[in-house]
């Protein structure tokens, strides 16, 4: 049996229910469908044999690969409003409000339900259904020559008497048949397909085939459809009529981004000006920094932190040049996710140190000012609070985002 590779969204949602009972609201945190997407994308990439920048654009496997990306991130969007939802629901003992500490040991419990137990399943599922799709492309590519497939059932003793049923079952790869019991055909399943070489068989009757009662969400080709998980799954039978177009829209823009991201991964690895270029698919993170960028000794060495923070997060930072000579020329970093950003390192506690910060990033004309603690024990959201209070206090100046940056987590304040 495959796992996943990290438990990591376990503690993620750890820290999204310390937020909650707080009365934050981060549903909205892209970060949160983010790390869900990718570790399932990471069972993906294990099953198909390629990750999408290594495929060539508009061929059968770039086009499946991005379908399963959406699918993925679809289901992770469902799966996400589920599991808030139950740490929602587990705030409350009736009407008395739970505790800290008894609410934090129920969400470890329902984090450890969605993040541990059923991910096991999700994971191995997207492997299953990203082997059979990269084969049925393989197998499509072949047809004219090699037409049959023959189910394959792995016969031993754990294998299961309805899918030993179908074992050895020849068809025509154009058959409905292979619509609904192309494998897997359940949780954990190991059969498969198995590509005939010549174009000379018998083909297994019907009246031959003891077709076995397959769950429903199972019966389908998972290859053929280029899916991961079928609208079949109770995460989206569950789910309220009002979120199912939100998620939708939600997972959508998550795809889109993640493409336009590769592009542009593309664009600057192929450009001698920029260097460190790094682009992670899974969750449409995307870093680099122009040749000319001025990095000091110190603050420097915080700047690259800050960026790779972002970039694990999902985010796009690059660096960008600040070469020029022009007098009076105020360079800034370079883009967040296509804004100008600024980065101001808070190594203080006095009570101006965060206003401090962000009239820096004003000054430089700044659409998103990045504050970055490199000591996570000097961090208090309440000075952080109050630091972005006083600057407000004393322009008119606003930023479209301000971020901050906690022992390596992208945070984005409201």
């Known amino acids: 049996m495959l796992y996943p590779p990290s438990s990591a969204n376990a503690s993620l949602f750890l820290d999204i229910?310390?937020?909650?009972?707080?009365?934050?609201?981060?549903?909205?945190?892209p970060t949160l469908l983010r790390q869900t997407a990718a570790q399932l994308l990471e069972g993906v990439?294990?099953?198909?044999?390629?990750?999408?920048?290594?495929?060539?654009?508009?061929?059968?496997?770039?086009?499946?690969?991005?379908?399963?990306?959406r699918n993925v991130y679809h289901f992770s969007a469902a799966k996400n409003y589920h599991e808030l939802h139950d740490l929602s629901l587990a705030l409350r003992d009736g009407d008395r409000l739970r505790s800290f500490d008894e609410f934090m040991h129920l969400a470890d419990e329902i984090t450890g339900k969605y993040n541990l137990n059923w991910l096991r399943s999700e994971y191995n599922q997207a492997v299953a259904a990203a082997q059979?799709?990269?084969?049925?492309?393989?197998?499509?590519?072949?047809?004219?020559?090699?037409?049959?497939?023959?189910y394959t059932a792995v016969m031993d003793g754990n294998?299961?008497?309805?899918?030993?049923?179908?074992?050895?079952?020849?068809?025509?790869?154009?058959?409905?048949?292979?619509?609904?019991?192309?494998?897997?055909?359940?949780?954990?399943?190991?059969?498969?397909?198995?590509?005939?070489?010549?174009?000379?068989?018998?083909?297994?009757?019907?009246?031959?085939?003891?077709?076995?009662?397959?769950?429903?969400?199972?019966?389908?080709?998972?290859?053929?459809?280029?899916m991961v998980f079928p609208q079949g799954h109770p995460y989206y039978?569950?789910?309220?009529?009002?979120?199912?177009?939100?998620?939708?829209?939600?997972?959508?823009?998550?795809?889109?981004?993640?493409?336009?991201?590769?592009?542009?991964?593309?664009?600057?690895?192929?450009?001698?000006?920029?260097?460190?270029v790094d682009f992670d698919w899974k969750t449409g993170?995307?870093?680099?920094?122009?040749?000319?960028?001025?990095?000091?000794?110190?603050?420097?060495?915080?700047e690259l932190e800050a960026q790779r923070a972002g970039f694990k997060a999902g985010n796009k930072v690059i660096f960008g040049s600040e070469k020029g000579g022009v007098i009076g020329q105020k360079y800034i970093e370079g883009l967040w996710n296509d804004h100008s950003f600024e980065i101001g390192s808070s190594l203080g506690t006095?009570?101006?140190?965060?206003?401090?910060?962000?009239?820096?990033?004003?000054?430089?004309?700044?659409?998103?000012?990045?504050?970055?603690?490199?000591?996570p024990e000097l961090y208090s959201f309440e000075r952080l609070k109050n630091g972005i209070k006083r600057y407000n206090g004393q322009t008119d100046y606003r930023f479209k985002e301000i971020i901050y940056i906690v022992d390596g987590k992208v945070n984005s304040y409201k």
């Open 350 to 375: 006095g009570k101006n140190n965060i206003k401090g910060i962000l009239n820096h990033c004003k000054d430089k004309e700044a659409e998103v000012a990045v504050i970055y603690f490199p000591k």
């Open 45 to 69: 990439e294990k099953g198909f044999g390629h990750a999408l920048p290594d495929l060539e654009f508009g061929t059968p496997d770039y086009d499946t690969l991005e379908e399963l990306a």
């Open 285 to 302: 993170g995307l870093k680099a920094t122009h040749k000319d960028h001025n990095f000091d000794k110190v603050g420097g060495q915080y």
């Open 17 to 29: 229910a310390r937020r909650l009972y707080n009365g934050d609201d981060p549903s909205d945190d």
């Open 159 to 226: 294998t299961r008497e309805e899918h030993a049923a179908l074992n050895g079952v020849v068809k025509r790869m154009d058959d409905p048949f292979w619509d609904k019991y192309y494998p897997p055909n359940g949780w954990g399943c190991r059969c498969e397909a198995v590509q005939l070489p010549g174009s000379h068989y018998r083909e297994t009757p019907d009246t031959e085939i003891q077709y076995p009662a397959v769950p429903k969400m199972f019966l389908a080709n998972f290859g053929k459809s280029r």
């Open 237 to 276: 039978k569950r789910l309220p009529k009002e979120q199912e177009h939100l998620l939708q829209e939600k997972s959508r823009a998550e795809v889109r981004r993640i493409l336009d991201n590769a592009e542009r991964y593309r664009t600057l690895k192929a450009n001698p000006d920029y260097k460190d």
């Open 132 to 150: 059979c799709a990269a084969r049925w492309n393989e197998y499509s590519s072949r047809k004219d020559i090699m037409p049959y497939l023959q």
